[in-house]
């Protein structure tokens, strides 16, 4: 009988090495979690913002065996993230004006690789057929608009912009309305298509500019600042721990006719995903261009 157990127990062993592959391949089973880096890219969520970084997801997990992780977050949340390390990088960092507070506290406990993007601009936007062209004509004209504005989030950089320009220019009979950039845009669809008059937050690169005649109004005050650029940021050591797909992050730009092209494609599909993956092969030989 003793020998019989002993048999059986010796039987089990051999099964239980073979299952747990002691003695075979070390090949994960289907199904089974890779050991991948991930990368953690942090945006917000601006029409700008969500197709850059979607397209950039569908690059490093083509070209570098990583999985990325988008966040999005509220602007100031996401810089303090990239430098607490929480969040590895972000592309689409507004400078010097729009994010300039965040900058004057954090730039030093990140690592900035340059413009992305030249030629942004943000300030506030009204359709062409809107028969004013200044920020100084909005008080006078206040009824026209229904006496407001229509913002993104609150911690955006524009809308702190606006809410500087409503005091500057002595702007009492309009408020400033805050909601998302989804929410902005679909204002404006229903206004412009019933042709009446609207002014919101706004800036470009934005595929606004593309399905409406739209015009910026004239800030003399300048408080809505320049040209800017949309810079790329790292949290401090990304690039010892993956110098390659720093490099890239380093070297990859848009024009303003590529980067109004991607986000007028992401317009296009319901998954974000989906059409960041199509852009990136329908212009396969600027991407590539990027690794040369």
């Known amino acids: ?25 070390d090949a994960p089973a289907e199904g089974e979690a890779t050991d991948k880096d ?35 977050m509220e602007a100031g949340i996401l810089w303090s993230s990239v430098a607490t390390g929480d969040i590895d990088a972000m592309a689409c960092a507004w400078l010097p004006g729009t994010h300039k507070a965040y900058a ?7 690592v900035d690789l340059g413009p992305m993007f030249e030629g942004a601009r943000i300030g506030l936007v009204v359709p062409q057929y809107v028969e004013i062209d200044s920020i100084e004509e909005l008080n006078a004209n206040a009824d026209k608009f229904n006496g407001e504005i229509v913002g993104i989030d609150a ?52 595929w606004m500019f593309g399905a409406f005649d739209l015009k910026f109004l004239d800030d003399p005050n300048g408080n809505f600042g320049g040209n800017e650029t949309i810079n790329v940021l790292t949290r401090q050591g990304f690039a010892e721990d993956h110098p390659e797909i720093n490099a890239f992050l380093d070297n990859y730009s848009l024009d303003t006719a590529q980067y109004g092209a991607l986000i007028s494609m992401l317009e296009e ?6 059409g960041a993956q199509n852009w990136v092969a329908e212009n396969r030989e600027l ?6």
């Open 1 to 25: 009988m003793k020998k019989n157990i002993f048999v059986l127990l010796a039987s089990l062993m051999v099964l239980a090495l073979a299952l747990t592959g002691c003695g075979g391949t």
């Open 38 to 72: 991930v990368i953690k890219l942090g945006y917000v969520q601006w029409a700008c913002a969500n197709a850059n970084s979607h397209m950039l997801e569908a690059v490093l997990e083509e070209k570098f065996d990583v999985d990325v992780e988008l966040v999005a």
């Open 104 to 110: 004057e506290e954090l730039m030093n406990e990140v």
């Open 155 to 206: 911690g955006a950089g524009v809308v702190a912009a606006a809410n500087a320009a409503l005091t500057d220019y002595n702007i009492t009979d309009m408020q400033l309305l805050t909601s998302s950039d989804a929410a902005m845009t679909a204002s404006l669809k229903t206004a412009y298509e019933e042709g009446e008059w609207i002014v919101v937050t706004g800036w470009t690169p934005h």
């Open 269 to 274: 599909y319901d998954d974000d995903a989906e």
């Open 287 to 292: 991407v590539d261009s990027w690794f040369e």
